[in-house]
Structures are given as C-alpha cells and as structure tokens.
C-alpha cells in the first residue's frame, strides 16, 4: 500500500495538523502488523518520510502527548526499535 495525496487529505485529526504529522500516521498504520503494533526506528520514520530524524521525534512526542499513538520501546539493545499503534476515536 502506498501513501496517496487523497490519503493525506482525508486525515482530518485535530492533532494532525501538518504534512509531516500526516505522513508520519499514515506511515505508522501502513506498517501496522497482526497484533495492532508497528516497529519502526525513528532513522526508518525519517526514511521513508523525507523529514528529519529531528522532526520525526518532535511528530511522535506531539502525536503520543495529543493521545493519537501509542508507543513502546522495551530498550533490550541499542538497535530495538520503538512500537506504535494507532489509538482509533471513539
């Protein structure tokens, strides 16, 4: 699946505000597994999204503060990735 412009469009959540905070969701739900979480490192976020590690992080800490995500990192390694799940509105 591939992000589309109508996607980004569509995603009309207070907490997404920006393109970037667009792209960094839409990201997460496409990579979402069985279980309802994503692994991703921020390096793969900012990858694939074109932004900066920098601003990647900035997304996720307003995104999990504003209660659209929810993230986990047991920090086993150094190389763990963190885990996101969308929190659907009711």
């Known amino acids: 699946m591939s992000i589309t412009v109508e996607d980004i469009v ?5 907490g997404l505000r920006s393109v970037g905070s667009k792209i960094v ?3 997460i739900r496409k990579e ?3 279980t309802g979480w994503a ?3 921020f390096n ?5 999204t074109g932004l900066t590690t920098t601003g990647v992080v900035n ?3 307003r995104m999990h503060d504003s209660g659209l995500i929810e993230v986990r990192n047991d ?3 150094p190389f763990t990735k963190n885990q996101y ?6």
Not at 10 to 14: G, M, R
Not at 44 to 48: H, I, M, Q
Not at 85 to 90: M, S, V, Y
Request: charge should be negative.
């Open 85 to 90: 799940r969308i929190i659907e509105a009711a």
């Open 10 to 14: 569509a995603l009309q959540y207070e």
């Open 59 to 61: 997304i996720i800490k």
């Open 25 to 27: 969701y839409l990201t």
């Open 75 to 77: 920090r086993a390694t």
């Open 32 to 34: 979402l597994d069985d």
């Open 44 to 48: 793969d976020l900012a990858g694939v």
């Open 39 to 41: 692994s991703l490192s």
